[in-house]
C-alpha cells in the first residue's frame, strides 16, 4: 500500500442505517453464503444490474458509488461486519449504485432468496436487516441520489414522472431547467430538444424522453411480465392495506396471487405521514414503511406485484373471470379480490384544471415536503388526512393556512390532531371557508378563498395546494356485471343477493360475506359498501377474503377431488 495512502472515513450509522453485525449473527448467515476473498477495484455489483446477492464485509473497505458521467460521487463507505445493500435487494429493483472493494479483505455473500428467507423468519436478524434496509432508501432519497429526472416544473410530464416515482419511494434527483442552467446546458451537451422532456437518466447509461411511467416501471424492476394463457388463483386489483393483505395471506397459502396496481403500494394509506391508531403501533407508522413491509411479506410468499398495471375492465366467467388491463393485456384469475380503493376528489373552480398537473397535490410526504419546503402553501379540507398533512407540513413551510368549510375543527378531526393544529404558530386556519379560484398561469401563485357566512373573500399567496375533500369509489370500470349502490360502492353479502338472483347467476347460490353479485368477484376496503375507513379495517377486509376464496376454490373442484386444506 502507497504510504501516502489515506483510509477512506466510514459512513457513520444514522439511526440504526449501518448497523455491524455480532459474531453469532454472521455465523448464521455463513450457513447460507460463500466467503470469498476480494481486491481493491473488484466490482461486487454495478449500476443498472437487475439482481444482486447480499453482501456482508468480513474484512477490507467497500465503497458504494454512483457515476454522473465521468464524475463518481461516493455514497457510503463500509468496513468490517457491515452490510450492503437498501431496500431494492427485497423488492428485485434495478440497482442504483455499483459496490466497488477500496481495500482488500473477504467478504461473504449470500442469495438474495435466503436474506428473503432470514428477513420473514428471523424475527431480530431480520428486523435489524429491514429496518437498516429501509432506512437507507430514505436516506437516499433525502440525498437526491438514483435516477435523474431532467425537466421543467412547469411540464404536467416532469410532475408525472416525481409523483409516480415518490408514491413508490424511488430515489431519484431532479433537475429543473427552468431553474438550474448546468441542466439545460447537460440537455444541449446531449442534443436533446426541450420537446423531448422530461428526461429520465438511469444507471449506468440508458436515456428515457418522455417515457410513460409503465415504460420507466419497466426498466426498474417494477412492472412483472405475465403469461396470457395463465389461469391465477386470485387476481388481487388494488395494494392498499386491503389489497396487501389479501395478497399477503393468499400467497402465503400457496395460492397463486397476481396484484394489480396502477399507482403505488399503500392506496392512500401509503400517502400518509403518520397513522397514529394502527394497533401496535403506539408511536405510529408511516404509510410508506407500512406499504413496504406489506409488500416484502406479499412478496416472499410468492405474490407477483405489478406496478403500473391498471384494470379497466372485467369479463366474468364460469370458472374464471378475464380482466383487460390498459395496455392492452388481459390476465385471468379463477377469483378476483376488488380492493381499488376510492380516487380522491377534486376541487371544482376555475384555474383548478389548469394549475393542478404542476401545483396541486393529494398526498403529503416527504417528497412533497421538500418539493414546497420554504414557500408559503395552502390545504383544504377538515377530515383526519388533511390534519395529519398539516402537522407534518408545517415542520417545512414557512406559513400553511388551512381552508375548512366546517365550523369547528374538531367536527371531522380527530380531537388530538385539531388540539396540535391549533398550537402551531405558523399555521392559520380558516374556519367556514372553501376555495373559490387558483391564480398563476404557469405555476400556482395564490389562491382565493370565500367566508361562508359573511361572503368575504381573501387572497392568500401559495405555491402549492393540498387538497384533503374526500374521495369516490374507484368502480366505473367494472361495468354493469358488479352491482353498486346509489354511492358507487360495490354491494356484497346479503345487499348483492337480490342483484344475483335477479341475474341469474350463481346457480341459486347466495354470495357469501365479501362476495359481490357476480360469483368469484370479491370486494374488499373502502371500495366496499358499508366499509370503515381505518387502515385495521381494511386489513381484516382483506385477509377476510381469502378464507372466502378458498370456498370458491373448493366449489371449482372436480368431483371426487378436494380441494387442499389451508390454515
Same mark, same amino acid.
Request: glycine letters at 10%; charged letters at 25%; aromatic letters at 4%.
Given at each position: 500500500?502507497?504510504?501516502?495512502?489515506?483510509?477512506?472515513?466510514?459512513?457513520?450509522?444514522?439511526?440504526?442505517?449501518?448497523?455491524?453485525?455480532?459474531?453469532?449473527?454472521?455465523?448464521?448467515?455463513?450457513?447460507?453464503?460463500?466467503?470469498?476473498?476480494?481486491?481493491?477495484?473488484?466490482?461486487?455489483?454495478?449500476?443498472?444490474?437487475?439482481?444482486?446477492?447480499?453482501?456482508?464485509?468480513?474484512?477490507?473497505?467497500?465503497?458504494?458509488?454512483?457515476?454522473?458521467?465521468?464524475?463518481?460521487?461516493?455514497?457510503?463507505?463500509?468496513?468490517?461486519?457491515?452490510?450492503?445493500?437498501?431496500?431494492?435487494?427485497?423488492?428485485?429493483?434495478?440497482?442504483?449504485?455499483?459496490?466497488?472493494?477500496?481495500?482488500?479483505?473477504?467478504?461473504?455473500?449470500?442469495?438474495?432468496?435466503?436474506?428473503?428467507?432470514?428477513?420473514?423468519?428471523?424475527?431480530?436478524?431480520?428486523?435489524?436487516?429491514?429496518?437498516?434496509?429501509?432506512?437507507?432508501?430514505?436516506?437516499?432519497?433525502?440525498?437526491?441520489?438514483?435516477?435523474?429526472?431532467?425537466?421543467?416544473?412547469?411540464?404536467?410530464?416532469?410532475?408525472?414522472?416525481?409523483?409516480?416515482?415518490?408514491?413508490?419511494?424511488?430515489?431519484?434527483?431532479?433537475?429543473?431547467?427552468?431553474?438550474?442552467?448546468?441542466?439545460?446546458?447537460?440537455?444541449?451537451?446531449?442534443?436533446?430538444?426541450?420537446?423531448?422532456?422530461?428526461?429520465?437518466?438511469?444507471?449506468?447509461?440508458?436515456?428515457?424522453?418522455?417515457?410513460?411511467?409503465?415504460?420507466?416501471?419497466?426498466?426498474?424492476?417494477?412492472?412483472?411480465?405475465?403469461?396470457?394463457?395463465?389461469?391465477?388463483?386470485?387476481?388481487?386489483?388494488?395494494?392498499?392495506?386491503?389489497?396487501?393483505?389479501?395478497?399477503?395471506?393468499?400467497?402465503?397459502?400457496?395460492?397463486?396471487?397476481?396484484?394489480?396496481?396502477?399507482?403505488?403500494?399503500?392506496?392512500?394509506?401509503?400517502?400518509?405521514?403518520?397513522?397514529?391508531?394502527?394497533?401496535?403501533?403506539?408511536?405510529?407508522?408511516?404509510?410508506?414503511?407500512?406499504?413496504?413491509?406489506?409488500?416484502?411479506?406479499?412478496?416472499?410468499?410468492?405474490?407477483?406485484?405489478?406496478?403500473?398495471? %391498471? /384494470? =379497466?375492465?372485467? &369479463?366474468?366467467? !364460469?370458472?374464471?373471470? @378475464?380482466?383487460? +388491463?390498459?395496455?392492452? #393485456?388481459?390476465?385471468?384469475?379463477?377469483?378476483?379480490?376488488?380492493?381499488?380503493?376510492?380516487?380522491?376528489?377534486?376541487?371544482?373552480?376555475?384555474?383548478?384544471?389548469?394549475?393542478?398537473?404542476?401545483?396541486?397535490?393529494?398526498?403529503?410526504?416527504?417528497?412533497?415536503?421538500?418539493?414546497?419546503?420554504?414557500?408559503?402553501?395552502?390545504?383544504?379540507?377538515?377530515?383526519?388526512?388533511?390534519?395529519?398533512?398539516?402537522?407534518?407540513?408545517?415542520?417545512?413551510?414557512?406559513?400553511?393556512?388551512?381552508?375548512?368549510?366546517?365550523?369547528?375543527?374538531?367536527?371531522?378531526?380527530?380531537?388530538?390532531?385539531?388540539?396540535?393544529?391549533?398550537?402551531?404558530?405558523?399555521?392559520?386556519?380558516?374556519?367556514?371557508?372553501?376555495?373559490?379560484?387558483?391564480?398563476?398561469?404557469?405555476?400556482? %401563485? /395564490? =389562491?382565493?378563498? &370565500?367566508?361562508? !357566512?359573511?361572503?368575504? @373573500?381573501?387572497? +392568500?399567496?401559495?405555491? #402549492?395546494?393540498?387538497?384533503?375533500?374526500?374521495?369516490?369509489?374507484?368502480?366505473?370500470?367494472?361495468?354493469?356485471?358488479?352491482?353498486?349502490?346509489?354511492?358507487?360502492?360495490?354491494?356484497?353479502?346479503?345487499?348483492?343477493?337480490?342483484?344475483?338472483?335477479?341475474?341469474?347467476?350463481?346457480?341459486?347460490?347466495?354470495?357469501?360475506?365479501?362476495?359481490?353479485?357476480?360469483?368469484?368477484?370479491?370486494?374488499?376496503?373502502?371500495?366496499?359498501?358499508?366499509?370503515?375507513?381505518?387502515?385495521?379495517?381494511?386489513?381484516?377486509?382483506?385477509?377476510?377474503?381469502?378464507?372466502?376464496?378458498?370456498?370458491?376454490?373448493?366449489?371449482?373442484?372436480?368431483?371426487?377431488?378436494?380441494?387442499?386444506?389451508?390454515?
Amino acid at each position: 500500500m502507497p504510504s501516502d495512502h489515506v483510509p477512506l472515513k466510514e459512513t457513520p450509522d444514522l439511526q440504526g442505517a449501518y448497523p455491524r453485525l455480532s459474531r453469532s449473527q454472521i455465523r448464521a448467515l455463513e450457513a447460507v453464503g460463500t466467503k470469498r476473498r476480494v481486491k481493491a477495484g473488484d466490482v461486487l455489483y454495478r449500476e443498472g444490474d437487475r439482481a444482486c446477492d447480499f453482501f456482508v464485509i468480513l474484512s477490507g473497505v467497500v465503497k458504494v458509488v454512483q457515476h454522473n458521467g465521468e464524475e463518481e460521487r461516493v455514497v457510503g463507505v463500509h468496513g468490517p461486519r457491515r452490510f450492503l445493500g437498501e431496500l431494492g435487494l427485497l423488492t428485485g429493483q434495478a440497482v442504483f449504485f455499483t459496490a466497488v472493494v477500496a481495500e482488500d479483505g473477504e467478504v461473504l455473500e449470500v442469495p438474495v432468496h435466503e436474506l428473503r428467507r432470514i428477513v420473514t423468519h428471523d424475527s431480530i436478524l431480520g428486523d435489524m436487516i429491514l429496518r437498516a434496509l429501509m432506512l437507507r432508501r430514505s436516506i437516499l432519497i433525502g440525498m437526491g441520489a438514483g435516477l435523474r429526472i431532467i425537466g421543467p416544473r412547469s411540464s404536467p410530464g416532469t410532475r408525472r414522472l416525481r409523483d409516480f416515482l415518490a408514491r413508490n419511494r424511488i430515489p431519484h434527483q431532479w433537475l429543473d431547467t427552468e431553474a438550474d442552467p448546468g441542466a439545460a446546458e447537460l440537455l444541449r451537451t446531449l442534443a436533446i430538444d426541450a420537446e423531448e422532456c422530461p428526461v429520465a437518466f438511469l444507471p449506468p447509461d440508458k436515456v428515457l424522453r418522455n417515457p410513460s411511467n409503465a415504460e420507466l416501471a419497466r426498466e426498474l424492476g417494477l412492472l412483472v411480465p405475465g403469461s396470457p394463457d395463465e389461469i391465477c388463483d386470485i387476481v388481487v386489483v388494488g395494494a392498499g392495506p386491503a389489497g396487501l393483505a389479501a395478497s399477503v395471506y393468499g400467497a402465503s397459502e400457496g395460492l397463486t396471487t397476481v396484484v394489480l396496481e396502477c399507482v403505488a403500494a399503500g392506496g392512500q394509506a401509503g400517502t400518509t405521514s403518520r397513522i397514529e391508531n394502527y394497533l401496535g403501533f403506539p408511536a405510529g407508522i408511516s404509510g410508506a414503511e407500512l406499504a413496504e413491509r406489506a409488500t416484502i411479506q406479499a412478496e416472499k410468499f410468492g405474490a407477483r406485484l405489478s406496478i403500473p398495471c %391498471e /384494470a =379497466v375492465g372485467l &369479463e366474468p366467467g !364460469e370458472n374464471d373471470h @378475464r380482466l383487460m +388491463l390498459s395496455d392492452g #393485456s388481459s390476465v385471468r384469475g379463477r377469483a378476483v379480490v376488488v380492493s381499488c380503493g376510492v380516487q380522491y376528489r377534486k376541487l371544482r373552480v376555475p384555474g383548478y384544471d389548469r394549475l393542478e398537473p404542476v401545483s396541486v397535490y393529494y398526498a403529503a410526504t416527504q417528497i412533497e415536503a421538500q418539493l414546497c419546503r420554504g414557500d408559503p402553501v395552502v390545504a383544504a379540507g377538515g377530515g383526519n388526512s388533511a390534519g395529519q398533512a398539516t402537522l407534518f407540513l408545517s415542520r417545512f413551510v414557512p406559513k400553511l393556512t388551512l381552508v375548512v368549510r366546517e365550523h369547528e375543527l374538531s367536527e371531522n378531526m380527530s380531537r388530538y390532531l385539531a388540539d396540535r393544529i391549533e398550537q402551531l404558530e405558523n399555521v392559520e386556519v380558516l374556519l367556514h371557508t372553501e376555495v373559490r379560484e387558483l391564480i398563476g398561469d404557469e405555476v400556482l %401563485e /395564490a =389562491v382565493i378563498v &370565500e367566508d361562508t !357566512e359573511t361572503g368575504e @373573500r381573501r387572497r +392568500l399567496e401559495a405555491r #402549492s395546494l393540498f387538497v384533503f375533500i374526500g374521495a369516490e369509489p374507484h368502480t366505473r370500470w367494472l361495468g354493469e356485471d358488479v352491482a353498486l349502490d346509489d354511492g358507487g360502492y360495490i354491494l356484497t353479502g346479503q345487499a348483492a343477493a337480490p342483484l344475483r338472483r335477479e341475474a341469474g347467476l350463481g346457480h341459486g347460490a347466495e354470495p357469501s360475506l365479501l362476495e359481490t353479485s357476480v360469483p368469484g368477484v370479491f370486494a374488499a376496503g373502502d371500495v366496499r359498501s358499508g366499509s370503515i375507513p381505518r387502515v385495521s379495517a381494511a386489513v381484516g377486509d382483506g385477509a377476510t377474503t381469502i378464507r372466502l376464496v378458498h370456498q370458491r376454490l373448493a366449489s371449482l373442484s372436480p368431483p371426487g377431488l378436494e380441494a387442499p386444506a389451508h390454515t
